[in-house]
C-alpha cells in the first residue's frame, strides 16, 4: 500500500497511475482518503515485480510536480470503505463480540499493524478480569501483534472518554518504538485502540471512521 498525497486537479490521478505503472506497478484499487486545501491524500494498493525495490516506486512519483509519497508499507487486501461496511455487518449480527469483531477487523479495515480492547477499571468482565477491586486497565482482546500492554503501558493512551490520535515517541514498549495509535471508546467501560508502529499518523477521515464504528457497538 502506498498513500500519496496530490494536487486536486483533473489529470494528477493519471500522471501518479502512469508513474507507478513505468515501474511494472499493478494498481489494484486506489481509495481518496482525504481532500484538504487542493490536496487530495490516496491510498493506492498495489503490487510490484519482485525485481524492483519500493525505492524505484517513490522516486517515479515524488519527480511528478506537487507530488508526494507520504507512506508506504505492505498490508493485508480488502481494507477500505467497503470493509468499513462489511466489519459493519458482522458487528450487527453478532452484537454480544461486536466489539471483537471490531478490534479483528481494524487492521485491514484502517491499514493498521494492530488493534486491542481495553477494559477500565470498574467494570467486571465475564472471565471476571477488569474488576474494580485491582483498579488496572486489562487488554481482553488483541490481534496477533499487538504490543502486551500492563496498567502502566495501557495509561499512556489517555483519555479514555474521547475518541482521539497520539504519537508515542521513545521507548513506550521494546520493539513498538515511535507508535502512532487511535483511541476509541465504546462507553465508560471499554475502549478500542488501533496502533501503526512508526507512522505515518491516522488522517482526520481516518478517525471519524474508527469513532463512528465504535459508537455503533453495543454498550456494555
Same mark, same amino acid.
Request: charged share 20%; aromatic share 4%.
Given at each position: 500500500?502506498?498513500?500519496?498525497?496530490?494536487?486536486?486537479?483533473?489529470?494528477?490521478?493519471?500522471?501518479?497511475?502512469?508513474?507507478?505503472?513505468?515501474?511494472?506497478?499493478?494498481?489494484?484499487? *486506489?481509495?481518496?482518503?482525504?481532500?484538504?486545501?487542493?490536496?487530495?491524500?490516496?491510498?493506492?494498493?498495489?503490487?510490484?515485480?519482485?525485481?524492483?525495490?519500493?525505492?524505484?516506486? *517513490?522516486?517515479?512519483?515524488?519527480?511528478?510536480?506537487?507530488?508526494?509519497?507520504?507512506?508506504?508499507?505492505?498490508?493485508?487486501?480488502?481494507?477500505?470503505?467497503?470493509?468499513?461496511?462489511?466489519?459493519?455487518?458482522?458487528?450487527?449480527?453478532?452484537?454480544?463480540?461486536?466489539?471483537?469483531?471490531?478490534?479483528?477487523?481494524?487492521?485491514?479495515?484502517?491499514?493498521?499493524?494492530?488493534?486491542?480492547?481495553?477494559?477500565?477499571?470498574?467494570?467486571?468482565?465475564?472471565?471476571?478480569?477488569?474488576?474494580?477491586?485491582?483498579?488496572?486497565?486489562?487488554?481482553?482482546?488483541?490481534?496477533?501483534?499487538?504490543?502486551?500492554?500492563?496498567?502502566?503501558?495501557?495509561?499512556?493512551?489517555?483519555?479514555?472518554?474521547?475518541?482521539?490520535?497520539?504519537?508515542?515517541?521513545?521507548?513506550?514498549?521494546?520493539?513498538?518504538?515511535?507508535?502512532?495509535?487511535?483511541?476509541?471508546?465504546?462507553?465508560?467501560?471499554?475502549?478500542?485502540?488501533?496502533?501503526?508502529?512508526?507512522?505515518?499518523?491516522?488522517?482526520?477521515?481516518?478517525?471519524?471512521?474508527?469513532?463512528?464504528?465504535?459508537?455503533?457497538?453495543?454498550?456494555?
Amino acid at each position: 500500500m502506498v498513500r500519496v498525497s496530490l494536487p486536486d486537479v483533473p489529470g494528477s490521478l493519471g500522471s501518479v497511475a502512469t508513474a507507478m505503472g513505468s515501474v511494472g506497478a499493478d494498481i489494484v484499487a *486506489v481509495e481518496i482518503v482525504q481532500k484538504l486545501g487542493g490536496t487530495v491524500i490516496d491510498d493506492f494498493m498495489l503490487t510490484l515485480p519482485t525485481d524492483k525495490l519500493p525505492d524505484a516506486l *517513490v522516486s517515479a512519483c515524488q519527480g511528478l510536480d506537487g507530488v508526494n509519497v507520504e507512506w508506504i508499507s505492505r498490508y493485508p487486501e480488502g481494507g477500505g470503505l467497503q470493509s468499513d461496511l462489511e466489519t459493519l455487518e458482522r458487528m450487527t449480527a453478532d452484537p454480544e463480540h461486536a466489539a471483537e469483531t471490531l478490534v479483528a477487523a481494524a487492521p485491514t479495515v484502517f491499514r493498521s499493524h494492530w488493534s486491542t480492547l481495553l477494559q477500565l477499571p470498574g467494570h467486571t468482565g465475564a472471565d471476571g478480569t477488569g474488576s474494580e477491586d485491582d483498579g488496572q486497565i486489562h487488554a481482553v482482546y488483541s490481534t496477533d501483534h499487538a504490543p502486551r500492554l500492563d496498567h502502566a503501558a495501557a495509561s499512556r493512551l489517555a483519555p479514555f472518554d474521547s475518541t482521539h490520535r497520539l504519537v508515542i515517541e521513545g521507548d513506550w514498549l521494546p520493539g513498538y518504538d515511535d507508535s502512532t495509535v487511535v483511541v476509541a471508546p465504546i462507553d465508560h467501560n471499554r475502549v478500542v485502540v488501533v496502533g501503526r508502529i512508526g507512522g505515518p499518523a491516522f488522517l482526520d477521515s481516518e478517525i471519524a471512521r474508527l469513532n463512528h464504528l465504535a459508537h455503533l457497538i453495543p454498550t456494555a
